[in-house]
């Protein structure tokens, strides 16, 4: 682990690990994502397969995906887009997802029997969305699941500053308490799927300290889907993307809690892992290289 010399302002560092290192999935990562809930991995992917989730957005973009939404919001030069689950349909995001070490990192992060495909996501800032924010939220507010073992993998398309990046609520997790789930386009206003019985996720403003690091192009930060967490908008000149995968370990079970198609679907049951056809197991423990 290093901690960040420069730029870090009013945030703490997160740890990070060199990927090319065997520490990167060793016992000093695991135990800062388990501390923390956040770590990042230095370096994690190299420009061919960087070159391959860019032929993914193309073709994302130009219709392959199925859950494609641009937004442009009024007075802002640029707009923000993003796509969910699009592996199904997008060859180069599958390839990506299966056969690069991606999933091996993820098998070394959770441990167990197996590791499945929870699901993609790609998130394009262009040049001056500046309101294209995420609030403080927790991940698996939105899941219907139960279990501890869901990890978001987040790689960086594009160098980001420290006014771009992802800010983190350390140690936020740790509890396995349940916030409410917000509405991302309306934060005070009414999250169609929310249970309001849960409590409204902390923010910076609660006191506890913040994470972030300013991030290159292959870095890549991993995150437990407990750990509350947020985004600015882009006010760059230039893009700010990011394409994630999240993944699920051998305790996850459906629940059958409201949730967006995107995170169900019709084979589950109540009670039982989620693997089916749609989330799909990529490493197990026989196969982990």
Not at 252 to 260: A, D, E, I, R
């Amino acid at each position: 682990m290093a901690a960040e010399s420069t730029g870090q302002g009013e945030f703490a560092p997160i740890a990070w690990f060199d990927a090319a290192c065997e520490t990167s999935s060793g016992p000093d990562a695991l135990e800062a994502l388990a501390y923390d809930g956040v770590i990042c991995l230095r370096q994690a992917f190299g420009q061919p397969w960087l070159d391959v989730i860019e032929a993914g957005i193309d073709e994302a973009l130009g219709g392959a995906s199925t859950d494609v939404e641009v937004v442009q919001r009024d007075g802002e030069a640029g707009s923000f887009s993003f796509s969910s689950g699009a592996w199904q349909t997008v060859e180069p995001f599958r390839r990506f997802i299966f056969d690069s070490h991606l999933p091996d990192i993820a098998w070394n992060l959770l441990g167990g029997a197996h590791v499945a495909l929870f699901y993609d996501f790609l998130l394009l800032k262009e040049p001056h969305s500046d309101s294209a924010s995420t609030p403080w939220h927790q991940d698996h507010s939105y899941y219907p699941l139960d279990g501890f073992k869901v990890i978001n993998s987040w790689v960086a398309l594009d160098d980001i500053p420290m006014d771009s990046t992802l800010r983190f609520l350390r140690g936020s997790h740790r509890s396995r308490s349940l916030f409410r789930a917000v509405d991302f386009d309306n934060p005070e206003g009414e999250y169609r799927h929310a249970r309001y019985e849960l409590p409204r996720p902390p923010s910076a403003e609660a006191g506890a300290e913040i994470l972030a690091t300013a991030l290159s192009a292959g870095d890549m930060l991993v995150w437990t889907s407990y750990t509350v967490h947020s985004a600015p908008g882009n006010r760059l000149d230039r893009r700010r993307a990011a394409f994630s995968v999240n993944w699920v370990g051998d305790d996850v079970t459906f629940n059958g809690k409201p949730s967006l198609d995107t995170y169900r679907d019709s084979t589950q049951q109540v009670g039982a892992p989620i693997i089916c056809e749609k989330f799909p197991i990529v490493r197990s423990a026989p196969e982990i290289r």
